[in-house]
């Protein structure tokens, strides 16, 4: 049975966000060639808010209810503060390629919050074909990382992150279905700012002397801002809201794969057939996750 409409764009606008976010890691990497880590995780967001204060006043968007304002928070909490901060203090413990085995399980924890948060119905060869991609991207980092060093507070750090920004992810698509996607992701960044425009500026005025940034570096800074933390987020929460929590969130799973030819492409990174065949695994169990959603018999009315 074919997927509806709605639910088919709901898919295309969580796939863009999910396009947009695997550009994260590589210009993340050469962001911090030239700044700070917890410089470039708070100019990112101010970067964010800028833009999004003139899509508001241009848009003139209403000011949300206050009965919006919770979700909103608890959005922001995961997306500003959450994830970027407690990913930043696990790579002090850790490798980035043992954080993304763990990473890994965020779009199966993603789905277990909107199946609690929202009631979401999936059917049961959703979580099999859920965990079995999971077990795909878990084997897929371990193929890229060769190995994986950590520790117990990096790894209780890292469940952290995911388990902030899984929830973000929920809360912030189910105020999409009440709130345009660019106006959730707007308003989280600006509520932000009070918080991460002073910390931008004092650590920038305590980091800048160590760091001697290039035109590239700061191109990079910029365009995290634009694409990772801001316009990345308008298309997820647009696709979860019309294709389902659980459902689209699946769509996650193609992240790493995305971010792999990125790093291929722009940091000449070695692609081996193991990387392709546990892609093109993740890829066959993302489809899969969409193809059950006919016996659970769902709608796009979710």
């Known amino acids: 049975m074919p997927l509806e409409p709605r639910v088919r764009q709901g898919l295309t606008w969580a796939f863009l966000g999910?396009?947009?976010?695997?550009?994260?890691?590589?210009?993340?990497?050469?962001?911090?060639?030239?700044?700070?880590?917890f410089?470039?995780?708070?100019?990112?967001?101010?970067?964010?808010?800028?833009?999004?204060?003139?899509?508001?006043?241009?848009?003139?968007?209403?000011?949300?209810p206050r009965a919006q304002w919770r979700p909103l928070?608890?959005?922001?909490?995961?997306?500003?503060?959450?994830?970027?901060?407690?990913?930043?203090?696990?790579?002090?413990?850790?490798?980035?390629?043992?954080?993304?085995?763990?990473?890994?399980?965020?779009?199966?924890?993603?789905?277990?919050?909107?199946?609690?948060?929202?009631?979401?119905?999936?059917?049961?060869?959703?979580?099999?074909?859920?965990?079995?991609?999971?077990?795909?991207?878990?084997?897929?980092?371990?193929?890229?990382?060769?190995?994986?060093?950590?520790?117990?507070?990096?790894?209780?750090?890292?469940?952290?992150?995911?388990?902030?920004?899984?929830?973000?992810?929920?809360?912030?698509?189910?105020i999409s279905k009440v709130m345009p996607g660019w106006q959730v992701i707007s308003w989280v960044v600006v509520f932000a700012l009070p918080v991460t425009l002073p910390a931008t500026i004092l650590l920038w005025l305590t980091t800048s002397a160590n760091y001697q940034p290039t035109v590239i570096d700061w191109s990079a800074l910029i365009l995290l801002g634009i694409s990772s933390m801001y316009v990345g987020f308008i298309a997820w929460y647009q696709g979860l809201a019309m294709s389902g929590i659980a459902y689209g969130g699946q769509m996650q799973q193609l992240q790493a794969p995305l971010t792999l030819v990125w790093s291929a492409w722009w940091l000449s990174e070695s692609v081996?057939?193991?990387?392709?065949?546990?892609?093109?695994?993740?890829?066959?169990?993302?489809?899969?996750?969409?193809r059950s959603r006919e016996h659970a018999g769902l709608t796009s009315q979710q």
């Open 18 to 37: 999910v396009l947009l976010f695997s550009f994260s890691l590589p210009l993340t990497k050469v962001a911090i060639e030239g700044f700070n880590p």
């Open 39 to 64: 410089f470039t995780a708070s100019a990112r967001a101010v970067v964010a808010a800028a833009i999004a204060i003139v899509v508001l006043l241009v848009l003139r968007a209403p000011w949300p």
């Open 73 to 174: 928070l608890l959005t922001m909490l995961g997306a500003v503060f959450g994830w970027p901060i407690l990913l930043a203090l696990a790579l002090e413990h850790t490798t980035s390629a043992h954080a993304a085995v763990i990473a890994a399980f965020m779009p199966l924890t993603t789905a277990m919050f909107a199946v609690l948060r929202t009631k979401e119905q999936v059917a049961l060869q959703f979580w099999v074909a859920a965990g079995l991609g999971t077990a795909a991207l878990v084997i897929f980092t371990l193929i890229r990382a060769r190995s994986t060093q950590g520790s117990l507070l990096g790894d209780l750090l890292i469940v952290g992150a995911v388990i902030s920004s899984s929830w973000c992810y929920v809360e912030g698509a189910s």
């Open 272 to 290: 081996t057939w193991g990387t392709v065949l546990a892609a093109c695994a993740v890829i066959g169990c993302v489809v899969w996750a969409q």
